[in-house]
């Protein structure tokens, strides 16, 4: 029988006055957690906003995290354990029994390994974040919790998990939980977490009272709180309150960090303001402190597509190469997208080389990247190639891949190739049938692929529809 594993929404008391932490237990760290990008499906888990929503738009993402900023404190001031934490990660992420979550594979896992360290805990929270399994761990964090005064947990435990219940169990939820935390717990950390829940959830009124109150106490004395409140007015289409915010930090003296640069020249775009635009960049580059980054080129190069300036944008392109790192998947996906909007199929390929050489595999998000990409150049022969790649290795198999083929074989008339792909988007559907049927009788559920699958029989059925006994090719 298994061992029921508490869930505590309640906050512990501190064990330690949080002044008397070294300040490296509290350092405000700022690193990037990724969210779903335009091109190429899904990312890692964080504040992004793009220039446009629809297929053409390929403006890279502005991350301006405040979910890694929970990670202050958390990973660093344990001494780090012999425990291989990725076998750890791995046997979490993949339990069979989804009910029971993360408890239940952490007690098996201290029955028989050895006992678990925070550090080795919260580094296992920071991967599952970094791949949006928000349920899970926030099951490690509760199992933490339920442990009593075994672990010390700090205000930038708390912020994490605040971060974790506004993602599994929504926005009230999440007030809820701060609610109840103790007045040593509310500092800036947790502010900024429910802060950033509000922006999330795009409830404005609620993310300005916050922020007022942060303000009131203090806790905006950096560029994160007006970041995440830039995001929210950049997703909300209220252009002219990012410039508000941006001269209130001048006026705080509040330096601007990356971020801050790269939603002000997304503002810009957004606005197709071009000579504002490149102003901004302009002083960008002049501030010392701040070194371009690859989404800040890909934003100028998304501009310069839409206004026709091919030339200008392929060499934004150039420049945000030389700033891409062989650790962020998402930038390729970006480069691929934007190259294939220009119709460079040779800089596609290139990337493409490029990018399989930086990763022991593709994603299926590099593959849809890059065969969206090859649909916008023509490219036919190229696309089925990959697509056959991807076929034959790659275990799981998203039907949103199989409609890209698909839906290009009905554009183009293809009827013969397009009920072949039919024929592979419906064998998708009998497996995760089986899949959602299984997860059905352990009572949990898993999102469901199938609307694309039924899109593109959809087209299919429309176009056989208009043009019934027509040659196929």
Not at 349 to 368: A, E, M, Q, V
Request: hydrophobic fraction near 35%; charge should be positive; aromatic fraction near 10%.
């Amino acid at each position: 029988m298994h061992a029921t594993v508490p869930t505590c929404l309640r906050p512990p008391q501190p064990r330690v006055p949080l002044g008397q932490l070294r300040q490296n237990q509290v350092s405000f760290l700022r690193s990037v957690c990724h969210e779903e990008p335009l091109i190429g499906g899904r990312g890692p888990a964080a504040v992004q906003f793009l220039v446009g929503r629809d297929s053409s738009s390929c403006c890279a993402p502005v991350r301006c995290s405040i979910s890694q900023v929970h990670n202050y404190g958390t990973v660093d001031y344990e001494q780090r354990g012999r425990l291989k934490w990725s076998s750890l990660y791995r046997r979490i992420a993949m339990t069979e029994d989804p009910r029971a979550g993360a408890g239940l594979e952490l007690e098996r896992w201290e029955s028989e390994e050895k006992k678990l360290s925070k550090w080795e805990l919260c580094r296992v929270v920071k991967e599952l974040r970094k791949f949006r399994r928000y349920k899970l761990a926030l099951d490690v964090y509760e199992w933490m919790t339920a442990q009593g005064e075994r672990f010390n947990i700090y205000s930038s435990d708390i912020a994490i998990q605040l971060d974790l219940v506004s993602k599994v169990r929504g926005v009230s939820e999440a007030e809820d939980y701060f609610a109840e935390l103790s007045d040593t717990f509310k500092d800036k950390r947790t502010y900024g977490a429910l802060l950033n829940a509000y922006m999330h959830a795009k409830l404005k009124e609620k993310a300005e009272a916050i922020f007022q109150v942060m303000k009131e106490k203090d806790y905006v004395t950096d560029a994160l709180p007006f970041n995440v409140m830039m995001t929210l007015y950049m997703n909300l289409g209220e252009h002219e309150k990012v410039e508000s915010i941006i001269t209130e930090m001048k006026d705080r003296r509040v330096a601007m960090d990356i971020y801050s640069y790269n939603i002000w020249i997304t503002t810009c775009a957004g606005r197709a303001d071009t000579l504002e635009m490149e102003r901004v960049f302009e002083d960008m580059s002049s501030d010392e402190s701040i070194n371009p980054n690859w989404t800040t080129y890909s934003t100028l190069a998304t501009m310069y597509i839409r206004l026709g300036d091919t030339e200008k944008a392929e060499k934004c392109l150039k420049d945000a190469e030389l700033r891409v790192t062989g650790r962020d998947r998402l930038s390729f996906n970006y480069l691929l997208g934007l190259y294939g909007l220009i119709g460079k199929k040779d800089e596609v390929y290139r990337i493409w080389d490029w990018y399989k050489s930086s990763f022991p595999s593709i994603l299926n998000t590099g593959y849809h990247s890059m065969l969206t990409s090859l649909v916008k150049v023509g490219d036919m022969d190229g696309a089925e190639a990959i697509y056959r790649g991807w076929m034959s290795t790659t275990a799981n198999h998203d039907p949103k891949i199989c409609n890209i083929m698909m839906a290009w074989y009905v554009r183009e008339g293809m009827v013969a190739k397009a009920r072949l792909a039919s024929m592979t988007c419906w064998m998708q559907v009998e497996s995760q049938t089986r899949v959602a049927g299984r997860y059905s009788q352990l009572g949990t559920s898993r999102p469901s692929r199938l609307p694309w699958v039924y899109t593109a029989l959809g087209r299919l059925a429309a176009w056989s529809g208009q043009r019934s006994g027509g040659p196929g090719r």
